[in-house]
């Protein structure tokens, strides 16, 4: 597993309940260390036991605990840069959607060998839409549902959004828009510094 994967999870439960909260996670694993590394690559084991430590320690579902993590990775200052990289897929929030078949490409552009899985959106009118996501670790499809949760708030977007489960290495998560214009929406530019002019 990317060192990426296991940071954003230590850097979700620093930021979202605090230091002392993300020792009492590795306190009970049996890693024997506090912190990852962005850069280094993990067994798969390292991360599955984190998040188990984690769901307990905070007496939350795995999948629960994934789609915080999702939204987090979304809507949090500390990590301005991956909202970034999903704003960049389109003005509105079905753009944004229709953007995901591109998201593995761009994430490999940015990090060669993080390996997202691949994603696929089928289209069931102008409101109605269903996401496939191939491959990857087990409950990454909780996470994206996290992430388009932050991500419909972040295009000011009234949807429903449903995890229909996993079956033969497939994640499906169902998306109805409900209103396309429900909020205003958070403020985005195309780079920093037109962000800051913004303000």
């Known amino acids: 597993m990317h060192g990426l994967v296991n940071r954003a999870i230590e850097c979700f439960v620093r930021d979202t309940y605090g230091q002392a909260a993300w020792l009492g996670v590795m306190g009970r694993t049996d890693l024997g260390i506090t912190s990852?590394?962005?850069m280094l690559v993990?067994?798969?084991a390292v991360t599955a036991s984190v998040l188990r430590a984690a769901a307990a320690h905070f007496e939350k579902p795995r999948e629960s605990l994934l789609e915080d993590l999702g939204a987090y990775l979304v809507s949090h200052p500390n990590v301005e840069a991956v909202r970034r990289l999903l704003r960049f897929g389109g003005q509105s929030f079905p753009d944004f959607l229709?953007?995901?078949d591109d998201l593995a490409d761009r994430a490999h552009l940015a990090v060669p060998d993080?390996?997202?899985p691949a994603m696929e959106l089928r289209e069931f009118g102008e409101q109605s839409y269903s996401l496939?996501?191939?491959?990857?670790?087990k409950g990454f499809g909780?996470?994206?549902l996290g992430a388009l949760r932050a991500m419909a708030d972040d295009y000011g977007t009234l949807a429903l959004l449903e995890h229909r489960g996993r079956s033969d290495g497939e994640e499906r998560i169902a998306i109805s828009l409900i209103d396309g214009a429900f909020s205003k929406g958070r403020d985005f530019a195309l780079s920093p510094a037109e962000a800051r002019g913004a303000r």
Do not use: C, T
Not at 132 to 137: H, L, M, Q, T, Y
């Open 36 to 38: 990852f590394e962005a």
């Open 42 to 44: 993990y067994d798969p």
């Open 98 to 100: 229709r953007s995901l």
């Open 114 to 116: 993080l390996g997202l």
């Open 132 to 137: 496939a996501i191939r491959g990857g670790p």
């Open 142 to 144: 909780h996470v994206m």
